[in-house]
């Protein structure tokens, strides 16, 4: 098994691609779009590289895998499709999140049963990669459908964990849950302690570099919120999500994340068209 990583700096994320190399077959986990909100705009730097990786190494792309519907990037799934074949994949409970967001958004044209996606897995699911396993964990509490893709050592955990500096993900979107994060990083902190947990997001300070992989010992032991009891992480969890200002991209993404990356029917002019509801949420 080999893994690359990519990192977005606009949006903090990191793309990981894995492959066997005796075969060559290969799997994207979160690609990117490259999104300008102040023009609408759209690109392809950041899925651009991760193709350039495929090429370079010979690779035939078979899976895109979704952790979750992001709200801090749009997914480049439908372009590393187009360009590169594969499925896209991404937890069963996607359902619960779509029909959560068809309300917000008053979305008449979605159809919330993950129909949208080429393949829904969930819980013990396990899919082949040339001689490699991939099996599902679902971990969520971030969101209701947040999944985590275990490939022998390595397992690639979504927004579950941050580096240790940086500690857990927020739990506060409609779906959320503390409790349910809590359990979901204890699950995956009871693996073996070499396991290499691969990160979908990294926030250092400047001048830091990002780190795309840890531990479970690392962060078993080094956590800055996971070092007390489950009771002491809701209370925190609970107090820091109210602190926190809504994802910049959180508006767009989800309406495109949601579709599995596609971009709503365009108009009558050929334009597709995002919807911004007014005064539906608070900031913190």
Request: a negative charge; one cysteine or more; glycine letters at 8%.
């Amino acid at each position: 098994m080999q893994i690359q990583s990519f990192f977005d700096q606009s949006t903090s994320t990191f793309t990981h691609l894995v492959w066997d190399s005796a075969t060559g077959d290969a799997a994207v986990i979160d690609p990117v779009l490259d999104f300008d909100y102040k023009s609408g705009s759209t690109g392809t730097v950041s899925a651009d590289a991760v193709i350039a990786a495929l090429d370079a190494h010979g690779l035939k792309l078979h899976y895109i895998f979704e952790t979750h519907a992001h709200a801090d990037h749009v997914s480049a799934a439908p372009y590393l499709k187009a360009q590169r074949g594969g499925k896209v994949v991404i937890g069963r409970h996607i359902t619960t999140v779509q029909a959560v967001f068809k309300k917000v958004f008053n979305l008449d044209d979605l159809t919330p049963d993950g129909g949208q996606f080429d393949l829904l897995v969930d819980e013990g699911d396990e899919l082949k990669l040339g001689n490699l396993i991939i099996r599902v964990m679902n971990t969520p509490g971030h969101t209701p459908a947040c999944v985590s893709y275990q490939v022998g050592d390595a397992v690639f955990i979504g927004d579950t964990l941050f580096s240790p500096a940086a500690g857990s993900a927020r739990a506060d979107f409609p779906g959320g849950d503390a409790h349910a994060l809590y359990q979901s990083v204890t699950r995956l902190l009871s693996l073996p302690e070499d396991t290499r947990l691969f990160l979908c997001h990294d926030y250092p300070a400047p001048g830091v570099a990002p780190v795309a992989c840890t531990t479970v010992a690392e962060q078993k032991h080094n956590n800055i919120h996971f070092q007390g009891q489950e009771i002491d992480y809701i209370k925190m969890r609970t107090a820091r999500d109210a602190t926190l200002e809504m994802p910049m991209l959180i508006l767009p993404s989800i309406q495109i994340n949601i579709r599995a990356g596609a971009f709503p029917a365009p108009e009558n002019n050929g334009v597709s068209y995002l919807k911004l509801p007014l005064n539906q949420f608070q900031e913190a």
